[in-house]
Nanobody, 124 residues
Framework: QVQLVELGGGLVQAGGSLRLSCAASGRTFTTYAMGWFRQAPGKEREFVSAITWSGFTTYYADSVKGRFTISRDTAKNTVYLQMNSLKPEDTATYYC?????????????????WGQGTQVTVSS
């Protein structure tokens, strides 16, 4: 099992920034990649960004490219999501997930463990 704890959500004005963190514990040696997804009320969970645990490869949804940056600290078993130039449409609950197998890294159903989520609200 892997346990995930997300921190860093909050309320911010459009154009502002937030930094989310996701700390993993437990069987972290099984991690292939960690990803961030978000879910707005009435919508499906959508991919935001992911990083392989080696750090060699990062992935971004087109909607956040150039504004969000994902990084990881292997010593702390933590992944971060720096979110800049936030827009009201970024408002959602953000979830961190761990994937233990390669391929289909943008598919939420392919993730094995999830955190409890953290709310991000961007006001206009």
């Amino acid at each position: 099992q892997v346990q995930l704890v997300e921190l860093g959500g909050g309320l911010v004005q459009a154009g502002g920034s937030l930094r989310l963190s996701c700390a993993a514990s437990g069987r972290t040696f099984t991690t292939y990649a960690m990803g961030w997804f978000r879910q707005a009320p009435g919508k499906e969970r959508e991919f935001v960004s992911a990083i392989t645990w080696s750090g060699f490869t990062t992935y971004y949804a087109d909607s956040v490219k150039g504004r969000f940056t994902i990084s990881r600290d292997t010593a702390k078993n933590t992944v971060y999501l720096q979110m800049n130039s936030l827009k009201p449409e970024d408002t959602a609950t953000y979830y961190c997930g761990v994937k233990t197998r390669p391929l289909r890294i943008m598919e939420p159903r392919e993730y094995d463990y999830w955190g409890q989520g953290t709310q991000v609200t961007v006001s206009s």
